[in-house]
């Protein structure tokens, strides 16, 4: 049976049939006008479901950042099997893909989300290495690091990172035909709305988190470890995103460092301690 939805510019999901978005906008129009009005104006996505098969349309000019994070988080909840994207620019156009990880690729790759509308929202403060105390667990995670020459070695650091680290790391590697950066290990120890995106994101890349332009910043430091080869502290006071959620502040350090894997590629790990005394944040006067 086929379901029409609409995911508006907070991220929130609509039954593209019933009345009530028509009531929440004061529109007069038919549902099936009003949903190409929404989708054309005001940055809305609309989703046609039928047994594993999505459609979707958006306008890539004016898609919602909301939206489109929206749509991920519900995309990872379904059997998708094929995924048809039609996107307006000028004129229709329209792309068949085989799978939910290729339709997200494709999504933010078509999607012209502005950076300039998240300034001031994703804050860090380099700092020395030298900075860590003994006791931290960032500590601990840098000695390993000098003490496995740079190598990988998983068994040697998997109860550092599932027990004093309480599982939030990531582990990511550059991939082989694009600039992107792959997920290929993530800790359990995030927070609870994180947990049920990041649960599904391995094997996709960075940047491919519900807020797409936090996910587009930390692949950045992230690229900038793999480039340096060197290990990387800062400070972090970030203002994140997540579809039907309020805007949340996360203060915390992170840590970065390459290692060397098996097949002699670079992978870098990076984990993270919360801390709520961090603040970057600029103070009125």
């Given at each position: 049976?086929?379901?029409?939805?609409?995911?508006?510019?907070?991220?929130?999901?609509?039954?593209?049939?019933?009345?009530?978005?028509?009531?929440?906008?004061?529109?007069?129009?038919p549902?099936?006008?009003?949903?190409?009005?929404?989708?054309?104006?005001?940055g809305?996505?609309?989703?046609m479901?039928?047994?594993?098969?999505?459609?979707?349309?958006?306008?890539?000019?004016?898609?919602?950042?909301?939206a489109?994070s929206?749509?991920?988080?519900?995309?990872?909840?379904?059997?998708?099997?094929?995924?048809?994207?039609?996107?307006?620019?000028?004129?229709w156009?329209?792309?068949?893909?085989?799978?939910?990880?290729?339709?997200?690729?494709?999504?933010?790759?078509r999607?012209?989300?502005?950076?300039?509308?998240?300034?001031?929202?994703?804050?860090?403060?380099?700092?020395?290495?030298?900075?860590?105390?003994?006791?931290?667990?960032l500590?601990?995670?840098?000695?390993?690091?000098?003490?496995?020459?740079?190598?990988?070695?998983?068994?040697?650091?998997?109860?550092?990172?599932?027990?004093?680290?309480?599982?939030?790391?990531?582990?990511?590697?550059?991939?082989?035909?694009?600039?992107?950066?792959?997920?290929?290990?993530?800790?359990?120890?995030?927070?609870?709305?994180?947990v049920?995106?990041?649960?599904?994101i391995?094997?996709?890349?960075?940047e491919?988190?519900?807020?797409y332009?936090?996910?587009?910043?930390?692949?950045?430091?992230?690229?900038?470890?793999?480039?340096?080869?060197?290990?990387?502290?800062?400070?972090?006071?970030?203002?994140?995103?997540?579809?039907?959620?309020?805007?949340?502040?996360?203060?915390?350090?992170?840590?970065?460092?390459?290692?060397?894997?098996?097949?002699?590629?670079?992978l870098?790990?990076?984990?993270?301690?919360?801390?709520?005394?961090?603040d970057?944040?600029?103070?009125?006067?």
């Amino acid at each position: 049976m086929l379901q029409t939805y609409l995911f508006d510019d907070k991220g929130e999901l609509w039954d593209g049939r019933s009345r009530e978005l028509a009531e929440a906008l004061d529109a007069s129009l038919p549902s099936e006008e009003l949903r190409k009005y929404v989708v054309r104006n005001l940055g809305f996505i609309a989703v046609m479901e039928n047994s594993g098969s999505l459609r979707l349309q958006l306008r890539p000019a004016v898609v919602s950042q909301m939206a489109l994070s929206g749509l991920l988080y519900w995309m990872h909840d379904r059997a998708v099997e094929r995924v048809l994207i039609s996107c307006l620019d000028g004129e229709w156009s329209h792309e068949l893909v085989a799978s939910r990880e290729e339709a997200v690729r494709r999504l933010l790759a078509r999607a012209k989300l502005d950076p300039v509308d998240r300034e001031g929202d994703f804050l860090n403060k380099p700092r020395p290495l030298h900075d860590l105390p003994p006791a931290s667990p960032l500590r601990a995670m840098l000695d390993a690091w000098s003490a496995c020459s740079g190598k990988y070695d998983r068994e040697r650091l998997h109860r550092l990172l599932n027990e004093a680290l309480h599982g939030r790391y990531m582990l990511v590697e550059p991939m082989a035909q694009s600039p992107g950066l792959l997920v290929k290990e993530i800790g359990t120890g995030f927070n609870n709305h994180a947990v049920r995106w990041l649960s599904q994101i391995r094997g996709l890349r960075v940047e491919d988190q519900p807020d797409y332009a936090y996910g587009q910043w930390i692949a950045g430091l992230y690229r900038e470890v793999l480039q340096s080869r060197a290990p990387s502290l800062h400070d972090v006071d970030a203002v994140i995103r997540w579809p039907h959620q309020p805007r949340v502040s996360y203060r915390y350090q992170r840590l970065m460092v390459p290692f060397e894997a098996e097949s002699r590629s670079t992978l870098v790990l990076g984990a993270t301690v919360l801390d709520d005394a961090i603040d970057l944040r600029v103070k009125p006067h």
